[in-house]
């Protein structure tokens, strides 16, 4: 972390130094001093999806889910497309209790990355949720040949009669 400090007072104009920071005080669990150094990235390249899609992360740890989608929104509107940003929105949308959005922006990140079994445990909670059984050991069992844990947990203890 010292490292991009010293990079920003060599340069204050490098976003890429606010966003690292930012980054590592989320990991710490500081998200309101990484939002800061993730606005003041975005204040200076505002055209860099990747720093939205990092706001979302922190703006989702702090539970402001709508905040977090528009950032999510607002990234892929600018091209950064891949599984993390539709399996992230998606978790923002099912944490805000939007369980169709969410399944709707899984499909997305599976379609980028079916061998992800944390996109499968997810997918198959939200359908869990809408009472959608099936649906949801369908997934976690597609997760538990992936061998993701959650999914084996999940599909042993729903859909069939034995426990972990």
């Given at each position: 972390?010292?490292?991009?400090?010293?990079?920003?007072?060599?340069?204050?104009?490098?976003?890429?130094?606010?966003?690292?920071?930012?980054?590592?005080?989320?990991?710490?669990?500081?998200?309101?001093?990484?939002?800061?150094?993730?606005?003041?990235?975005?204040?200076?390249?505002?055209?860099?999806?990747?720093?939205?899609?990092?706001?979302?992360i922190?703006?989702?740890?702090?539970?402001?889910?709508?905040?977090?989608?528009?950032?999510?929104?607002?990234?892929?509107?600018?091209?950064?497309k891949?599984?993390?940003?539709?399996?992230?929105?998606?978790?923002a949308?099912?944490?805000?209790?939007?369980?169709?959005?969410?399944?709707?922006?899984?499909?997305?990140?599976?379609?980028?990355?079916?061998?992800?079994?944390?996109?499968?445990?997810?997918?198959g909670?939200?359908?869990?949720?809408?009472?959608?059984?099936?649906k949801?050991?369908?997934?976690?069992?597609?997760?538990?040949?992936?061998?993701?844990?959650?999914?084996?947990?999940?599909f042993?203890?729903?859909?069939?009669?034995?426990k972990?």
């Amino acid at each position: 972390m010292n490292l991009f400090r010293t990079s920003i007072q060599l340069d204050s104009l490098y976003s890429d130094s606010y966003k690292e920071i930012s980054t590592i005080l989320n990991i710490k669990g500081n998200s309101d001093s990484a939002l800061f150094f993730i606005n003041k990235a975005i204040e200076l390249n505002p055209k860099n999806a990747e720093f939205y899609n990092r706001r979302g992360i922190i703006e989702d740890t702090q539970k402001n889910y709508n905040s977090a989608i528009r950032d999510f929104t607002k990234a892929i509107s600018m091209g950064f497309k891949n599984y993390e940003i539709y399996y992230n929105r998606g978790l923002a949308h099912g944490r805000n209790n939007n369980y169709l959005l969410a399944i709707n922006d899984l499909n997305y990140a599976i379609k980028f990355d079916s061998t992800n079994g944390s996109c499968y445990f997810s997918r198959g909670l939200f359908y869990y949720k809408l009472n959608l059984t099936e649906k949801a050991c369908v997934d976690w069992e597609s997760g538990s040949i992936l061998d993701d844990e959650n999914c084996k947990i999940g599909f042993y203890n729903f859909c069939t009669n034995k426990k972990i």
